[in-house]
C-alpha cells in the first residue's frame, strides 16, 4: 500500500487533518486456511463509501441496504434478486434502519426517508439539523437518529414528526462516525464524541444516566480524541461499551453503574459471544474479555493494521472483515485463525450474521457469505 493510501486511512479515520500516518498493514497469515462459507450473491452498490459504515438490515427474506448515491434497495436474502429499489433523491449516508413496516435512510443534509418495506413507496420524508452517520434504529413506534453535530432525535415513525431532541457538545476533532441508538428495556442507549455513554427513556428523551467511558489526554487534538463511535451491545441486563483511545467497559443497563473498565482502543465494533465481550482494537489486534469482569481471555494479533470490522457470530465462528475485502473466521474459544474468503475487492465496512448466512456490507456494495450448496 502506498504512502499516500495509508495517509489517506489516517485521514478517513481521524475525520479532517492531523492524524498521524497508519502502518502498513499485517501481510495475510499464510497458514490461515479456507472458512467454511462462500459467496452465494453480490449485489453491486453505487457510491462513494469513504468514512461511511453503511450497515444493511434485514427483515424477514429481504435485505435493506443503502447505495451512497442515492438508493434505497430491497433483495432477497437467500438470492441477491432485486424486489425494488427507491431513488432518495439526494446522496444517502446512514445504513437503512427497518421495523414499523418502513425503511429508513438518511443522508448527509439531514434528510430522513421512510419507504413501505412491501414495495418501496415513500411514506414520509423530512429534515432534521446534522448529518446522520449512523443506521436508524426504527423501534416501539419511533425513529431514533444520531448525529454527527452531537443530536439524538426521537421522529414519529407514523409520520416523521419529532418526539424530542437531545443534544451533547461535539469536541474540536472527531471520528467521522457515531454510534447508533440500541433499544434498552424502555430507554435508548448510545454513545458520544467526548468519551460518554447515556441512557435516555424512550418516551420524552430524558436522561436515565450517563457514565464516562473515557477522558481526553494529550496535547493535540487527534490525541485528544476519545469518541464512543462503536454500537454499544445490550445483553442480559449490561451495557458493553468502548471509545477510541479509551476504554472498553460493562454498564449496568439498570442504573448506569460502571461494572468494570479496562484500556483499549475501539472504533469499528463489539460484540458478545458466549461469556466473552470480543472486540477489534483500532491497532487490529482482535480481544476476547471475560464480560465477568473484563479479564483477557485471549488475543489475535495476526491481523494488525488491517483495519478491521467489528467482529459478528456467525455459524459458531467469529468473523472479521479488513481493507481489501478478506473475510477471517476465527475460534471464540481460542482466538485461532479458521480460514478467510473474499467477499469483494473493497474495504470490508460491516457483518451481518443471518439465518441465510453472513451478509457482508463493503466497499462495492453486498455479499452474502453461506455454506456451499450441497454442504
Known amino acids: 500500500m502506498t504512502r499516500a493510501a495509508l495517509l489517506a486511512m489516517a485521514l478517513l479515520l481521524a475525520g479532517c487533518g492531523g492524524a498521524e500516518v497508519l502502518d502498513p498493514p499485517a501481510p495475510l497469515p499464510a497458514d490461515e486456511g479456507v472458512a467454511p462459507l462462500v459467496p452465494r450473491w453480490r449485489l453491486p452498490l453505487a457510491g462513494a463509501v469513504e468514512g461511511l459504515r453503511p450497515r444493511p438490515a434485514v427483515a424477514g427474506d429481504r435485505v435493506l441496504a443503502m447505495a451512497p448515491a442515492g438508493e434505497v434497495v430491497a433483495a432477497g436474502l437467500e438470492d441477491g434478486r432485486v424486489h425494488w429499489r427507491a431513488a432518495a433523491g439526494t446522496g444517502l449516508t446512514a445504513g437503512v434502519g427497518v421495523g414499523e413496516g418502513l425503511a429508513v435512510a438518511a443522508g448527509g443534509e439531514g434528510e430522513v426517508l421512510a419507504f413501505a418495506l412491501e414495495d418501496g413507496r415513500l411514506r414520509w420524508r423530512v429534515t432534521v439539523e446534522g448529518e446522520v452517520l449512523a443506521p436508524p434504529t426504527v423501534a416501539g413506534g419511533r425513529v431514533f437518529l444520531r448525529t454527527a453535530e452531537g443530536r439524538l432525535l426521537a421522529l414519529d415513525a407514523a409520520d416523521g414528526r419529532r418526539l424530542w431532541v437531545q443534544e451533547q457538545a461535539v469536541p474540536a476533532l472527531s471520528l467521522r462516525g457515531t454510534a447508533r441508538a440500541v433499544p434498552s428495556d424502555g430507554a435508548v442507549v448510545t454513545g458520544w464524541a467526548d468519551g460518554r455513554v447515556s441512557a435516555h427513556r424512550v418516551a420524552d428523551g430524558a436522561p436515565l444516566w450517563v457514565v464516562r467511558l473515557a477522558t481526553p489526554r494529550g496535547t493535540t487534538e487527534p490525541a485528544r480524541m476519545v469518541d464512543v463511535d462503536a454500537d454499544p451491545v445490550v445483553a442480559d441486563g449490561q451495557v458493553y461499551a468502548a471509545a477510541y483511545q479509551g476504554r472498553i467497559g460493562a454498564i449496568a443497563a439498570g442504573g448506569g453503574v460502571l461494572l468494570w473498565a479496562r484500556d483499549l482502543s475501539v472504533w469499528?465494533?463489539?460484540?458478545?459471544?458466549?461469556?466473552?465481550?470480543?472486540?477489534?482494537?483500532?491497532?487490529?489486534?482482535?480481544?476476547?474479555?471475560?464480560?465477568?469482569?473484563?479479564r483477557a481471555l485471549w488475543r489475535q494479533e495476526a491481523l494488525r493494521n488491517r483495519r478491521l470490522s467489528g467482529p459478528v457470530l456467525h455459524a459458531g465462528l467469529l468473523w472479521v472483515g479488513d481493507l481489501e475485502g478478506w473475510v477471517h473466521a476465527l475460534d471464540p474459544a481460542d482466538g485461532a485463525l479458521r480460514g478467510r474468503v473474499r467477499a469483494g475487492e473493497g474495504q470490508v465496512l460491516a457483518l451481518v450474521a443471518t439465518t441465510a448466512g453472513l451478509l457482508v456490507r463493503h466497499a462495492e456494495g453486498l455479499t452474502l457469505l453461506a455454506a456451499p450448496r450441497g454442504g
Not at 275 to 291: K, M, P
Request: no cysteine; aromatic share 4%.
Open 268 to 294: 469499528s465494533g463489539i460484540a458478545v459471544a458466549g461469556e466473552a465481550v470480543v472486540a477489534s482494537a483500532a491497532d487490529g489486534v482482535v480481544w476476547a474479555l471475560e464480560r465477568a469482569g473484563g
